[in-house]
């Protein structure tokens, strides 16, 4: 075994199928199902408008590229829509704000069109009157982000990874050097030469079994799901405030209109933040919030029935940035987690990032600002 790689969300999926596809011998653990941590409660998002310019609109950016080829080798059946986003603002000084943060963006390599509020319902038809702009971000996307992951892991089982599911690492064996030489679980050992954590918001965890730290938190967040309707939203459409919440470090709650349609139907509704541990408590407060902001933005929603409620945790590192890559700390341990709330979109470029440095090649990006040893020790 060349690599073990720890967690069976949609990072670690795509950690484990981009080193299969370069070569090297990979087995995949997770404690759980495939998907069944926060990928299997995400929604999907593959976004490049909520980024400012840095390392991270950097790593959407490249995930862009890499989401479109996978969705041509995976076929249909992760419902990846190339639909583009529509972030629209209240007000004037709202639509100025966010005309510079979209230059900012145009300069990297972002495509972003400035929407006056009188042209915002030819994109959106149902969308509230009165709206003082947008912009139309046509390189966002959706996939259904747990038939992702699973489908990343079977193309990687069909190149010889091995899939152990329902098994806890219990253990990262070091050797006298303190370099890494594989994990234990509650049944077995794997030995190998390196280590990807790829735990998301337990990764912190995975972390101390190896010997080092990193601070991950959970941000728990509400996703409503309406019974099926047209195709009564087009786009990722959000307000403005949501770029804020995105880069808010606050733990207390956070609430801000993020709707969308799915293939099948239902309308998928967010999105909330809070800091409140691993605390699943259903929250009336936060789906009462989500509901009546949906409804503000597409009135047409008001009337409409939702079916269920689900809650995930988003892996939270202080930064807002996600850890990826070799850990200068333990030799042969690297780090793919603390994505917040965009390890789906950021996976394949997480997962193509770990390979390269797996491989000895010379990363597409620089992983500098990602380093997992950024943090101090506690």
Same mark, same amino acid.
């Given at each position: 075994?060349?690599?073990?790689?720890?967690?069976?969300?949609?990072?670690?999926?795509?950690?484990?199928?981009? $080193?299969? +596809?370069? *070569?090297? #011998?990979?087995?995949?653990?997770?404690? /759980?199902? !495939?998907?069944?941590?926060? %990928?299997? @409660? =995400?929604?999907?998002?593959?976004?490049?408008?909520?980024?400012?310019?840095?390392?991270?609109?950097?790593?959407?950016?490249?995930?862009?590229?890499?989401?479109?080829?996978? $969705?041509? +080798?995976? *076929?249909? #059946?992760?419902?990846?829509?190339?639909? /583009?986003? !529509?972030?629209?603002?209240? %007000?004037? @000084? =709202?639509?100025?704000?966010?005309?510079?943060?979209?230059?900012?963006?145009?300069?990297?390599?972002?495509?972003?069109?400035?929407?006056?509020?009188?042209?915002?319902?030819?994109?959106?038809?149902?969308?509230?009157?009165?709206?003082?702009?947008?912009?139309?971000?046509?390189?966002?996307?959706?996939?259904?982000?747990?038939?992702?992951?699973?489908?990343?892991?079977?193309?990687?089982?069909?190149?010889?990874?091995?899939?152990?599911?329902?098994?806890?690492?219990?253990?990262?064996?070091?050797?006298?050097?303190?370099?890494?030489?594989?994990?234990?679980?509650?049944?077995?050992?794997?030995?190998?030469?390196?280590?990807?954590?790829?735990?998301?918001?337990?990764?912190?965890?995975?972390?101390?079994?190896?010997?080092?730290?990193?601070?991950?938190?959970?941000?728990?967040?509400?996703?409503?799901?309406?019974?099926?309707?047209?195709?009564?939203?087009?786009?990722?459409?959000?307000?403005?405030?949501?770029?804020?919440?995105?880069?808010?470090?606050?733990?207390?709650?956070?609430?801000?209109?993020?709707?969308?349609?799915?293939?099948?139907?239902?309308?998928?509704?967010?999105?909330?933040?809070?800091?409140?541990?691993?605390?699943?408590?259903?929250?009336?407060?936060?789906?009462?919030?989500?509901?009546?902001?949906?409804?503000?933005?597409?009135?047409?929603?008001?009337?409409?029935?939702?079916?269920?409620?689900?809650?995930?945790?988003?892996?939270?590192?202080?930064?807002?940035?996600?850890?990826?890559?070799?850990?200068?700390?333990?030799?042969?341990?690297?780090?793919?987690?603390?994505?917040?709330?965009?390890?789906?979109?950021?996976?394949?470029?997480?997962?193509?990032?770990?390979?390269?440095?797996?491989?000895?090649?010379?990363?597409?990006?620089?992983?500098?600002?990602?380093?997992?040893?950024?943090?101090?020790?506690?």
């Amino acid at each position: 075994m060349d690599v073990v790689v720890v967690g069976a969300g949609v990072v670690g999926a795509a950690c484990a199928y981009y $080193a299969a +596809r370069a *070569g090297l #011998a990979v087995a995949v653990v997770d404690r /759980g199902p !495939v998907a069944g941590g926060t %990928t299997g @409660a =995400g929604e999907g998002n593959l976004l490049v408008s909520d980024k400012e310019p840095g390392p991270e609109l950097d790593l959407a950016l490249l995930s862009t590229r890499l989401w479109r080829d996978l $969705a041509e +080798r995976l *076929g249909p #059946a992760i419902e990846y829509e190339p639909k /583009g986003g !529509v972030v629209v603002a209240s %007000t004037a @000084a =709202g639509q100025d704000a966010l005309r510079a943060f979209a230059e900012g963006q145009r300069a990297v390599g972002v495509e972003a069109e400035e929407v006056p509020g009188e042209r915002l319902r030819e994109l959106e038809p149902h969308l509230a009157e009165g709206l003082a702009g947008g912009f139309h971000y046509p390189q966002d996307a959706q996939v259904q982000p747990a038939l992702a992951a699973a489908h990343l892991l079977r193309e990687a089982r069909r190149m010889g990874a091995e899939l152990i599911t329902g098994e806890s690492v219990t253990a990262v064996d070091r050797g006298p050097d303190g370099a890494v030489r594989g994990v234990r679980t509650d049944r077995r050992h794997l030995a190998a030469p390196a280590v990807v954590n790829a735990a998301g918001t337990w990764g912190g965890e995975v972390a101390a079994l190896a010997g080092v730290h990193l601070p991950v938190l959970p941000r728990r967040g509400f996703v409503l799901v309406t019974e099926p309707l047209p195709r009564v939203v087009r786009h990722k459409v959000y307000a403005a405030d949501y770029v804020a919440n995105v880069a808010s470090g606050s733990a207390g709650l956070e609430t801000s209109a993020v709707i969308e349609g799915t293939p099948g139907g239902p309308v998928l509704i967010g999105a909330s933040r809070e800091r409140v541990g691993f605390d699943r408590t259903l929250s009336q407060e936060v789906l009462s919030r989500l509901a009546a902001q949906a409804a503000a933005l597409f009135p047409v929603l008001a009337d409409v029935t939702v079916l269920r409620a689900y809650r995930g945790f988003r892996p939270y590192l202080p930064d807002h940035l996600p850890a990826i890559g070799a850990d200068p700390r333990v030799p042969g341990l690297y780090h793919a987690c603390g994505h917040e709330g965009a390890g789906i979109g950021l996976a394949p470029a997480t997962g193509l990032l770990i390979s390269e440095q797996l491989t000895g090649k010379q990363p597409e990006l620089d992983l500098a600002p990602f380093r997992a040893d950024r943090f101090p020790a506690e």
